[in-house]
């Protein structure tokens, strides 16, 4: 079994966070969202990965070298920005027509992985939406086996939609659907689309089942992410690291504070996540996420993401701000 993460993309919607940082290094509860995907997979037993990298990609493999040295890891680079069934197509050396596990890059799902892993054949995770148009849609019939796969269909004729988990056991009959694609030039909503190959491969016979997750974690935008940040602090408890300086200092669990941090004359929580070695003093920070080495004075901050290395003085303010940046509100 090899696990296969994509995670090339720009992160538009994270922005000015993503211009310095890649999407899947992005704080969460306490970890990274990439942390979370790999420690799902490897408590399932799952040992090789394979991380297809873009944009910052040298983060990602420099992050994966340090938290996870024992791991067989494969980085692969993917220069053309032509959407997931390329950056899977990239992958088909490697594979070898082994078994496989995909997983996109900011995908958290709650699921049982060792169950999800253990069903025969090829499975696609799925979960329940009020409006699928958005997303790839799985066509089911009463047995959950998959009929159809459609990529943001406008008439939607199912709710289930995929949440980027697909187990493939056929996997050189996807990679050949995906050449079939890339000889066509055949690029759905302008990017070689993974919903097109799958579907390819239902129709050459494969049977797929629908795998429903219990919750699908969206962290593709800053509201969203700092929702789920609250969602996982409070299903996990927090952490609160023993390497920190706390003075006069109020916490209001859940939060996650990271090794190494200084807070004095503070408020934190609840659902706040801190990076390593921030200094916090005379502020106030609720519903929020505060990246590695940042520095608040004077500050109140509700429902904020605020990135690595930044500086912020002043008063309170709803904020969205990048990493390696200082700001005086005063």
């Not at 211009?19 to 942390?35: D, N």
């Not at 253990?118 to 009929?147: C, H, M, Q, Y």
Request: aromatic share 6%; charged share 25%; proline share 3%.
């Amino acid at each position: 079994m090899k696990a296969i993460i994509p995670v090339a993309g720009a992160g538009t919607k994270l922005r000015p966070h993503t211009y310095t940082q890649p999407k899947a290094l992005i704080p969460l509860a306490g970890k990274t969202i990439l942390s979370i995907i790999i420690d799902q997979l490897v408590d399932a037993g799952v040992t090789e990965f394979i991380l297809v990298v873009g944009y910052l990609g040298d983060k990602i493999q420099d992050y994966a070298k340090a938290h996870y040295p024992n791991l067989n890891i494969v980085i692969i680079q993917q220069n053309e920005r032509r959407g997931l069934g390329h950056a899977v197509y990239l992958c088909k050396e490697e594979v070898g027509g082994d078994e496989m596990i995909i997983i996109l890059g900011d995908t958290i799902c709650e699921y049982n992985v060792t169950d999800f892993l253990s069903i025969g054949g090829s499975v696609l995770g799925v979960k329940r939406v009020d409006d699928p148009r958005d997303f790839g849609v799985a066509e089911t019939d009463e047995e959950n086996n998959v009929t159809r796969l459609i990529e943001k269909p406008q008439i939607p004729k199912s709710n289930n939609a995929l949440v980027g988990i697909y187990k493939v056991a056929e996997s050189e009959l996807l990679f050949d659907c995906l050449e079939t694609l890339v000889s066509a030039e055949t690029d759905t909503f302008e990017e070689l689309n993974l919903t097109s190959a799958l579907d390819c491969m239902v129709a050459k016979g494969t049977q797929f089942k629908a795998f429903k997750v219990s919750n699908w974690f969206d962290c593709g935008k800053k509201e969203t992410l700092l929702e789920s940040n609250a969602t996982l602090l409070k299903k996990w408890g927090g952490d609160i690291s023993d390497e920190h300086v706390f003075e006069n200092t109020i916490i209001i669990p859940p939060v996650s504070i990271a090794q190494g941090c200084s807070i004095k004359n503070a408020i934190i929580g609840p659902n706040v996540s801190i990076g390593e070695k921030s200094i916090i003093e005379y502020s106030i920070v609720k519903d929020s996420i505060v990246g590695s080495f940042s520095k608040l004075y004077d500050v109140v901050l509700n429902d904020s993401l605020i990135g690595c290395d930044t500086e912020i003085k002043g008063e309170t303010r709803t904020l969205n701000i990048g990493d390696n940046t200082e700001i005086d509100l005063g």
